[in-house]
Structures are given as C-alpha cells and as structure tokens.
C-alpha cells in the first residue's frame, strides 16, 4: 500500500469501520491507521476483524477487532459501548458493511420463460432474499448513523462516509436489491448531510466501481480463470478499461473523513469508477 496523502489531522481520531474484515475496508482500516488513528475494526466475523487488526497493531497502529451485526440495534450499542470503553467517543464512521446474495440476484438479464428449474426470474425472487439485501446494505447504513453519531453532535472534526456503488447512478441487470439500496445510500448521504450540517458531522460517500472481490469473483471469471461474458460487458463499459484496486479508493477516502483536506465538503457522493457512471456506450 502506497500513499501519498496522510491527513496528520487523523493522528488520534477514533474511528469505526463496519465491514472491516473484508477486502475493500480492511485495507481502509490500514490506511486510516497509518495516519496515526485508533481503528476499531467491525465484522459480523471475529475471526476476519482480528486478523486486520493484528496487521494494524504489528505494524505499530492502534487497533481493536469487534465482532457486530449491523442489523442488531443492541448489538451496535453494545459494542458502541466497548469501544467508547477503548478508545473513547467516535469521531468517524465508515459504513462499510454491505453486497449482495444470489438469493436476490436473477439468472438472466433480461426477462424471459423459465427454460428449467435453476432459471431464476424477477417472479421468483423470494421477500427474504430481497428484504436481507436490502436491508443489509441500506439499513446497515442507517443504523449504524443512528447509534455512532451521537458521540459526533457539537464536536469539531467529525464525519460519516458511506460506502453507495456505481449502481446507484445506473442500476446493473440481475441485482436489483443491491441496486436499489445503493441508490437509497446514495440518497440518505446527502439527507443526513443536510440534517446533520449545524452539529458539526460532515456525511459523504464513495461509489466504487467494478472492483474482484470474494463476493463477486464467480461472477466475474470462470472456474478456468478465464473472463464471463459479464466481465467483458463492463470492461467495455469502463473507459479505463480494467477493475480497480481496493487501495485506488484510499486516497479519497481519506480526504473525505477528513476535516483538514475537505471541511467544506457534505452530501458528496464521489464515483471512483474508471469512468463507468460516466460513459454512454457511445
């Protein structure tokens, strides 16, 4: 991990990282850390939250691993209360915790008669599916805000980012759940920016584009390692023409939670995407 923005700002700050044992904001987690913040690193799995923030603590960072459910209001108060405990009261949030399940995903792009029994149709989508999507990624957003920004009211320094997707801008065939949550991420970033711009709490989010991970890796290459027809679809839809790397979303994630770099900046909602929300197709 290369970076040539360290915010000294952040040096001492109290951060909140949901999701953190993954991929994408486990190498935040490293990257906040590196500039001198106390990282409390939240995952619904202990055993990936310990493992980044031993990395942390290794390599000189300060660091706690915390197991959650964002979806469990005690829960958040609970380790609310442990990290308050640790480290003190939070000034930052990073809503990280979120994706998709094939339980909310349909077989085809486009509509048409089931051909066998593994063809899944928009009509055969269950409630659960889509009600866990959704609400892993809209109200794993919302309640974690309604619990950490109460230590944020009235203190200098203090921000919430939000993790929307190039979805939000134009939603993706098969995944409508995910699309329509990011879009309502998207939505309530600028709603609790405003709400929240007398008391000090800036709120912003990223939207990442197409970047491999462990959720979407089937999806986007064969058993073979050989690229899906969807991963040729959005390499011909990104001008950059490649997947982006979990450290390419560093650099602004630091300058958005930070109060030194963008303190006149809320309800922003910054593609990094290699210009996919961007291009038309022609």
Known sequence: MHLSIKPETLKGKVVVITGAGGVICGAMAKAIAACGAKVAVLDRLIDKAEIVA????????????????????EDLKKVHAEINADFGPVDILINGAGGNSPKATTTQE?????????????FDLKQEGVEFVFDL????TFLPCQEFARDMLGRKGCSILNVSSMNAFTPLTK????????????????????HFSKTGIRV?????????TAQNKALLFNADGTPTARTQKILAATPMDRF???????????????????????????????GFSSYAGV
């Open 54 to 73: 031993k990395e942390i603590t290794d390599n000189g960072g300060i660091a706690k691993g915390y197991m959650n459910n964002v979806l469990d209001r």
């Open 110 to 122: 486009y509509y048409e008669e089931a051909k066998d029994e593994d063809t899944i149709s928009f």
């Open 137 to 140: 990624n809209f109200m794993g």
């Open 175 to 194: 995944i409508p759940a995910y699309s329509a949550a990011k879009s309502s991420v998207s939505n309530f970033t600028k709603w609790l920016a405003v």
């Open 204 to 212: 912003n989010a990223i939207a990442p584009g197409f970047l491999v």
């Open 244 to 274: 982006g790397e979990a450290d390419e979303l560093l650099a602004a994630t630091l300058f958005l939670i930070d109060e030194g770099c963008s303190s006149f900046i809320t309800g922003v909602v910054l593609p990094i995407d290699g």
